[in-house]
């Protein structure tokens, strides 16, 4: 069963540079306007409710991250299938491995709510969060995890449509959700005073809302859409590979979120400035970590395509494609922000002190983004050809090892907000380097 003939795949026949440009740019807006939420939430928070509710948001970001995005992680191995499949035109198995992500993203979206607010108090003893602001983080993480299976649902299924190709339907209900949060919010944070419990309400309604409209979305594509859940030998050899190419980024991803865990930890010893001033950090720099997300998924879903193509040319360009744009993009975004960091921080609070925290912090690291972007590139690639190991091995090595070593040793005699601080550019560098390695080391096995 194959694709329509009259149907052209832009990204295994089109013009490369200016397919992946096009991908690329709805993931961006899609991200961004994802993100939108928490900015949303940041900006009335600080401005109605206080430094220490703005804080107490972020205070527990780690622990969210943790069990979203391991999960997500494991979940990913379906859609390099589908982008695989997608690409060679085989239809029927693509149909087959979306039945079985949309299962698996129901199932776990259940269980990740009952885990999350299950060990909420649990997590924030460990991240060592103020007493101060510790009441209104385990507020905010009993909301939000209460809806933790339309985060999840939604996700997956922007990864399904992401790859075969479709970039733009996330991004236009993400639009249409984004909208409704911040409406939301102003009702239930600046009007009726409801602070963190408002912000976390107006998240979980939003994610709802997008959830229900992407879904039916999939429906419409009746050439690709399927529920249809049957014990088979075949489904079994699905679900195995999905597992077996989603365990890796799921091991990645929960590195990557216990070496953040430590981190934030230490960060939190500092007080509530210093937490305060690293939560407007992330706020500022989110179009950092969004365009480095975004060139990976292009990166993955165009490198997946053209490998079950056999397109050995477009694997090559595509992965200097991610290199080259990211490059132009990051360059230009650090130097903004490392000059602008101070106006973007009044954005969200008055407090002289946290402002002039926050520019402090983003300064340390504003130069280093751009290794982080190579990271992302990288590991894309590798992905996207089913290698899933080699991120995972790098990550743990030059991330988890690399900072845990970091808190233990180098900081061990000492406690320096800067040094804390400084582990993040040092751990992108080595990661990076460790692909690169990687990467030329098995070139021939992977374009043979």
Do not use: H
């Amino acid at each position: 069963m194959g694709i329509s003939s009259n149907k052209k795949n832009q990204i295994v026949d089109g013009i490369l540079w200016k397919s992946f440009i096009l991908y690329f740019i709805p993931i961006l807006i899609s991200n961004i306007i994802q993100q939108s939420y928490s900015i949303a939430d940041a900006l009335i928070i600080g401005n109605y409710a206080g430094k220490n509710a703005l804080g107490a948001i972020d205070a527990p970001l780690a622990y969210i991250r943790l069990l979203i995005n391991t999960f997500i992680g494991l979940s990913s191995g379906g859609g390099i299938i589908i982008s695989q499949f997608y690409g060679r035109k085989d239809l029927k198995s693509v149909k087959k491995n979306i039945s079985l992500l949309l299962l698996f993203a129901i199932v776990i979206g259940v269980i990740l709510s009952i885990i999350g607010i299950s060990l909420a108090s649990f997590f924030l003893d460990i991240l060592n969060v103020p007493i101060e602001i510790y009441n209104l983080s385990l507020i905010y993480l009993k909301i939000y995890f209460s809806g933790t299976v339309f985060v999840f649902l939604f996700n997956i299924i922007s990864g399904i449509l992401q790859a075969i190709g479709d970039s733009k339907t996330p991004f236009i209900f993400l639009t249409i959700s984004s909208c409704i949060n911040i409406i939301l919010d102003i009702i239930f944070v600046a009007y009726f005073k409801l602070g963190v419990a408002g912000a976390g309400i107006a998240t979980v309604l939003s994610q709802i809302l997008a959830t229900i409209l992407i879904f039916y979305k999939l429906r419409e594509k009746k050439e690709l859409f399927q529920i249809k859940f049957e014990i088979t030998k075949e489904n079994y050899r699905y679900l195995t590979n999905i597992f077996k190419l989603g365990f890796p980024m799921a091991a990645q991803a929960i590195i990557f979120s216990v070496s953040n865990m430590f981190m934030q930890r230490e960060i939190n010893y500092f007080g509530s400035i210093a937490i305060i001033g690293w939560s407007i950090c992330g706020k500022a720099d989110f179009i950092i970590w969004n365009m480095a997300d975004s060139i990976g998924i292009s990166v993955t879903t165009f490198i997946a395509q053209n490998y079950g193509a056999k397109k050995i040319e477009r694997i090559k360009k595509s992965l200097l494609q991610g290199l080259y744009l990211g490059g132009i993009l990051f360059t230009i975004s650090s130097i903004f922000l490392y000059y602008n960091i101070e106006f973007i921080a009044g954005l969200f609070v008055k407090d002289q002190a946290a402002i002039d925290m926050t520019v402090f912090l983003l300064r340390i690291i504003a130069p280093f983004y751009i290794f982080y972007m190579f990271s992302e590139v990288f590991g894309g690639a590798f992905r996207g050809m089913g290698y899933t190991f080699y991120p995972m091995i790098c990550g743990l090595i030059g991330i988890s090892f690399f900072r845990i070593a970091w808190i233990f040793f180098i900081l061990s005699d000492r406690k320096d907000l800067a040094m804390v601080i400084k582990a993040y550019p040092w751990s992108w560098i080595i990661t990076v380097f460790l692909q690169i390695f990687c990467y030329f080391c098995i070139r021939k096995k992977i374009f043979k």
